[in-house]
Nanobody, 123 residues
């Protein structure tokens, strides 16, 4: 497992932007590169849902609800994954969790999770 620490959450008005970061500070680069990184979110009364993932080579996958608005990226040398969130809507309000999943564990049985960071979109 990786120790993941998120940052960048907060309160933003509708239409605004936030940039979330997640760092695997204790991992060496060769270990970090074994993981597909991603972001999930959980809103009040809703199940946790996938937001976006990115592989080491840079292949990305987005939930339909955020396509065209969010961009996921990773910096392997810094062991960091980022989520740029633009055109935020109240429906984006949730706790956002950083996720790491080994390519050898497609079921996610051994997922690593961050503590979560609150994103609130409101006037």
């Amino acid at each position: 497992q990786l120790q993941l620490v998120e940052s960048g959450g907060g309160l933003v008005q509708p239409g605004g932007s936030l940039r979330l970061s997640c760092k695997a500070s204790r991992a060496i680069t060769s270990v970090f590169n074994m993981y597909v990184m991603g972001w999930y979110r959980q809103a009040p009364g809703k199940q946790r849902e996938l937001v976006a993932t990115i592989s080491r080579p840079g292949d990305t996958n987005y939930a339909d609800s955020v396509k065209g608005r969010f961009i996921i990226s990773r910096d392997n040398s810094r062991k960091t994954v980022n989520l740029q969130m633009n055109s935020l809507e109240p429906e984006d309000t949730a706790i956002y969790y950083c996720n790491a999943r080994k390519e050898s564990d497609p079921s996610g049985a051994y997922d690593s999770w961050g503590q979560g960071t609150q994103v609130t979109v409101s006037s």
